[in-house]
């Protein structure tokens, strides 16, 4: 299965934000609320959490700056 990291809108008047940093490689393994990818919108940092457990696809780079709702990337869950 798998689950899209999305940025969320923080505030009414937000529309994009800049990604600064990832926490994890294209490729890790990563767990359910560890700290993922770190955006930075209308001069406040935020750090987004693993919404799930699974193998992480980076699809937003380092300096993007990309709108509300766009996909980051996506978490290739186990399969059973």
Same mark, same amino acid.
């Given at each position: 299965?798998? $689950?899209?990291?999305?940025? !969320?809108?923080?505030?009414?008047?937000?529309?994009?934000?800049?990604?600064?940093?990832?926490?994890? /490689? #294209?490729?890790? %393994?990563?767990?359910?609320? $560890? #700290?993922?990818?770190?955006?930075?919108?209308?001069?406040? %940092? +935020?750090?987004?959490?693993? !919404? /799930?457990?699974?193998?992480?696809? @980076?699809?937003?780079? !380092?300096?993007? *700056? *990309? +709108? *509300? %709702? $766009?996909?980051?990337?996506? @978490?290739?869950? #186990?399969?059973?």
């Amino acid at each position: 299965m798998e $689950t899209e990291v999305r940025l !969320p809108q923080f505030g009414m008047g937000m529309s994009e934000a800049e990604v600064m940093q990832w926490y994890a /490689a #294209d490729g890790d %393994r990563v767990e359910e609320g $560890t #700290d993922l990818v770190e955006v930075e919108a209308e001069k406040a %940092r +935020e750090v987004l959490a693993a !919404p /799930a457990s699974g193998t992480l696809r @980076i699809t937003a780079q !380092p300096g993007d *700056v *990309v +709108e *509300v %709702r $766009t996909v980051l990337g996506v @978490i290739v869950g #186990d399969t059973p």
